[in-house]
Structures are given as structure tokens and as C-alpha cells.
């Protein structure tokens, strides 16, 4: 009945909701030790704010590309294996949108906190506040037209325009602009996970198991560049 497929419903989006945002624990890990660095740089008008900036962004990336790629390629397997190939067949791409967007999502953890830092509190929430009636309403008419998955694309819109509003409210509180942000280190990072999630398109899973270590690999080895050249 109708309240039976409700509830299946719900089902199918917070199980994969709930399990990507687990992820949560690593950006909440890096963001207590950040906050308080960020809040005794800035108030000293340190010049090493914004390569520590950076250098969370990157470590950041590093470490939730390669998981966030695995769960949204595997999203079929995995939910299969976990509960079954029928929730599977009803929620995997549900747990792909939920995997892009929370790579997105925690990016955004660096420059909230880096606001939070600053003593600028108010900036996130004034964004918060202004975000709501357009998520709202978008989310209205997703669940109207595309149901649950409609819901899913809604808070993915959501958590993508809150990013970008983060980095750039953020900006100025490290004397940049959105524009030295949007360096060319950090397009080829949103690259990189453009066409690593671009592997959602690839059915034989043993091309998509190459597609991930490839992908994984290239990040690990940034990772020993970075560190070399250091």
C-alpha cells in the first residue's frame, strides 16, 4: 500500500545517505586542528594561512577521492553484497549522487572553518539562511518530478552551491580572490574527479576495478610529489 512504499522509500535513500556520510568523521578530524590553527594565523595576520589552506584542501582530496570513487563505481556491488541485489537495483544510484556530493561536501569543510576561525561566524550562517528557500523549493520540485532520486540531485545542488559560496566568502579572510582560489591546481583536482566519476559510465566491473586503481594510484602519487618537492 501506500505507506508500505513510503517506507521503502525512505529506506532506499538514508541507507546510502547514512553510509556516505560516515565520511563526515574525516574533514571533522582535520577541521579541530584547523580551527584553532586557523584562529591564532589569522588574528596574527600570519602569511602561512593560506599554504596550510591548501595543504588541508590537498590532504583533504587525497584521502576521500579514492573511497568516494570506490563507493559510487561499486555502488551496485556493494549494496548488494550488504542487503540485497533488489535494494541494490533501487538504491545504487542513489549512493553514486550521495558519494560525488559528499567528496564535495567535505571540501567545503576547509573554508568553513577557516570563516569559523576568523570570527566570522555570521558569513555561514547568513549563507545557511539564504540557501534554505531555494533549497526548499528545488527540493519541492525534484520529489515532485523524480521522487526520491529527485531528493538526492536536490541536496547535491545544495551541497555544490554551498561549496562555492564557502570558498568564496572565505577568500577575502586570506587577502585572495575567488579567482587565485580557483588556481590551476585546483581545477585540475575538480578534473580529476569529473573524469574519475565519468568511470559510473563503464559496465564490466574489471575495467571499473583498472578505472579506480588508476585513478587512486595518480592521487597516491601527487602525494609522494608533494611531499618530495616539500
Not at 526548499?136 to 529527485?150: D, E, K, N, P, Q
Request: glycine share 4%; with cysteine.
Amino acid at each position: 500500500d501506500w505507506s508500505s512504499d513510503v517506507c521503502s522509500s525512505d529506506l532506499y535513500y538514508a541507507t546510502p545517505h547514512e553510509l556516505v556520510t560516515k565520511l563526515w568523521i574525516v574533514p571533522g578530524a582535520l577541521t579541530a586542528v584547523l580551527f584553532p590553527a586557523f584562529a591564532a594565523q589569522i588574528s596574527q595576520r600570519d602569511p602561512d594561512t593560506w599554504p596550510v589552506f591548501k595543504k588541508a584542501l590537498h590532504w583533504l582530496f587525497v584521502a576521500l577521492f579514492p573511497i568516494t570513487l570506490a563507493l559510487a563505481l561499486f555502488s551496485r556491488e556493494l549494496l548488494s553484497l550488504w542487503i540485497n541485489p533488489e535494494f541494490a537495483t533501487q538504491s545504487a544510484h542513489l549512493l553514486q549522487i550521495f558519494a560525488f556530493g559528499i567528496l564535495i561536501n567535505c571540501m567545503a569543510h576547509v573554508p568553513f572553518t577557516l570563516i569559523q576561525g576568523a570570527g566570522s561566524a555570521k558569513l555561514t550562517a547568513i549563507i545557511h539562511t539564504a540557501e534554505l528557500p531555494f533549497f526548499l523549493v528545488a527540493l519541492w520540485w525534484l520529489t515532485s518530478t523524480y521522487g526520491i532520486t529527485g531528493a538526492a540531485i536536490a541536496w547535491l545542488l545544495r551541497v555544490t552551491v554551498d561549496t562555492v559560496l564557502m570558498f568564496a566568502v572565505c577568500a577575502p579572510l586570506v587577502g585572495r580572490t575567488i579567482h587565485s582560489i580557483a588556481r590551476p591546481k585546483a581545477l585540475l583536482m575538480a578534473a580529476v574527479a569529473l573524469i574519475g566519476f565519468a568511470g559510473l559510465l563503464i559496465v564490466p566491473i574489471q575495467i571499473r576495478f583498472a578505472w579506480v586503481a588508476a585513478f587512486t594510484g595518480a592521487v597516491v602519487t601527487t602525494l609522494f610529489l608533494r611531499k618530495s618537492s616539500a
